[in-house]
């Protein structure tokens, strides 16, 4: 197996989750983007490793080039660190979110299991934590779902053992699409599931009884239309991945796209937003 290599990212300032986020998404190869503040610590295979990695992360996160450093980790270490550094996430008496070196012994409804490859997208981050709080008051007996940039697949599994008949998942990114399938089938996943590999271009025209997003503000912003043609008159969507400066105006949009709003969130700095069609 290959070695690591450990990149530490220094910062006067906080770096913003959502700055990881994008850069989840930039970099899919990179993993465990593990963030303390103003120091973030993520691992890359030795065999991806470039030469201009460091300087593309810091031109990125707008720091100078000494920022950012990196080392070499055996892989051993790189497991022993990830193991140490990744909890498992407990959402009341609902999910536990667990990885396979855990033990399967929490007091919960359901445990989903995940191969830890990048933080976002694992239940640790407030988004994906309020998505899974939110899909325990939603209906997925036999429904149908589109998980929008589904990322590790968290939501879709989640949604298939909430009782959902057929799930589309989709991710800009190639990486995801065996990241969701993988979960799926650790998990003994009972719904069909389709992967498309794409924009929302790739999805459309289609309906679905509910649509789950967890992206970014930015994306976000663009789709509220394309997410009002995709969504049943009787469904329900559930927004996440929006920053509390920014909610306001994302409700403002979604409601002139033809949406009321009917819960909203807060974790944090972040929130949730459950939309039904007005």
């Not at 396979?100 to 830890?116: A, K, L, N, V, Y």
């Not at 271009?201 to 992206?215: H, R, T």
């Not at 049943?232 to 920053?243: N, R, Y």
């Amino acid at each position: 197996m290959a070695d690591y290599i450990q990149i530490n990212i220094q910062s006067e300032d906080i770096i913003p989750s959502l700055a990881i986020e994008i850069l989840t998404a930039q970099y899919p190869y990179i993993e465990g983007f593990e963030i303390k503040e103003n120091n973030v610590i993520a691992f890359v295979s030795e065999d991806e490793m470039t030469e201009g990695l460091t300087s593309a992360l810091a031109v990125s996160l707008g720091l100078a080039a000494d920022a950012i450093t990196a080392e070499h980790l055996p892989y051993q270490n790189y497991n022993a660190v990830w193991e140490s550094n990744f909890k498992p996430i407990v959402i009341h008496d609902f999910v536990a979110i667990r990885a396979e070196f855990h033990d399967d012994d929490f007091d919960c409804d359901h445990t989903i299991t995940i191969r830890p490859k990048m933080a976002f997208g694992t239940g640790h981050h407030a988004t994906t934590y309020m998505m899974l709080d939110a899909m325990r008051s939603i209906d997925f007996g036999e429904k149908s779902v589109f998980d929008f940039g589904a990322g590790t697949g968290i939501l879709s599994v989640m949604a298939s053992m909430l009782g959902a008949k057929s799930i589309v998942a989709n991710d800009i990114q190639a990486e995801a699409m065996d990241n969701i399938r993988e979960h799926h089938l650790i998990n003994h996943c009972q719904a069909s599931i389709t992967l498309i590999h794409g924009d929302l271009s790739e999805v459309l025209p289609q309906q679905f009884d509910v649509i789950l997003a967890n992206i970014n503000t930015v994306v976000l912003s663009q789709v509220p239309r394309d997410l009002r043609a995709l969504v049943a008159d009787d469904g329900v969507v559930l927004l996440s991945g929006i920053l509390s400066e920014k909610a306001e105006s994302i409700q403002l949009l979604y409601q002139q796209a033809g949406f009321g709003v009917a819960n909203v969130m807060q974790r944090g700095d972040w929130m949730c937003i459950q939309l039904t069609p007005a």
